[in-house]
């Protein structure tokens, strides 16, 4: 059985501190004319049935994106697992791909070979990975996975744990090695913004 497009939901990350930008809200910071979040939505839309975001802040100028936002259910900005745990509570289709707000060239067949891992593999769960010096490193915010996770990260934030290294480690995980690193290239830093304006 394969995976279609209409069975998977994609979730923009964007529901951060910004602290190594000195607390701006990231996903809405200008890049080349339009906010980060809106790249990365406009990116993801054509290759999911359904879209969302993830936000804590400025709703309004999210929701002027188009698409379903969700604050996190905790206060206290607890990382990309708060927003993972949104979007399955919110997930209406079998599978979530989550993607952060500051990547916004992330590759164009990202979901397709998530997807196709995640099936041969028989995985709960698949995240892109890069190349640095021969290793693969992974990405795990671009990440699709099996809308029954549900519980299982209920339990693990529950639990007082926040490393999605430490969550993803303990489902059968695919790796996607994606060969160009620099469509991961995110901004971090006002200074990162401006060398992916380039």
């Not at 809200?25 to 890049?31: A, I, M």
Request: hydrophobic content about 40%; overall charge negative; charged content about 20%.
């Amino acid at each position: 059985m394969t995976i279609g497009r209409e069975d998977i939901t994609g979730l923009v990350l964007a529901g951060g501190r910004g602290s190594r930008m000195g607390g701006v809200d990231k996903g809405l910071q200008n890049h080349k004319g339009i906010p980060l979040a809106l790249h990365a939505l406009l990116r993801m839309q054509p290759q999911v049935g359904h879209a969302m975001i993830n936000a804590n802040r400025n709703l309004g100028a999210y929701e002027s994106m188009g698409v379903p936002v969700w604050p996190d259910a905790q206060g206290d900005f607890p990382g990309p697992l708060a927003g993972m745990l949104v979007g399955l509570e919110r997930c209406e289709t079998r599978y979530l791909v989550t993607v952060p707000c500051d990547t916004p060239n992330f590759p164009v067949d990202l979901v397709e070979r998530l997807a196709h891992a995640l099936e041969a593999e028989g995985a709960d769960l698949a995240m892109a990975a890069t190349r640095e010096n021969g290793q693969a490193m992974a990405q795990p915010v671009f990440c699709l996975l099996k809308a029954e996770l549900l519980e299982s990260l209920v339990k693990y934030l529950q639990s007082g744990q926040r490393k999605i290294d430490r969550w993803t480690a303990l489902h059968r995980t695919a790796t996607v090695v994606f060969d160009d690193a620099s469509a991961f290239d995110n901004a971090n830093t006002v200074e990162e913004l401006r060398r992916l304006q380039g």
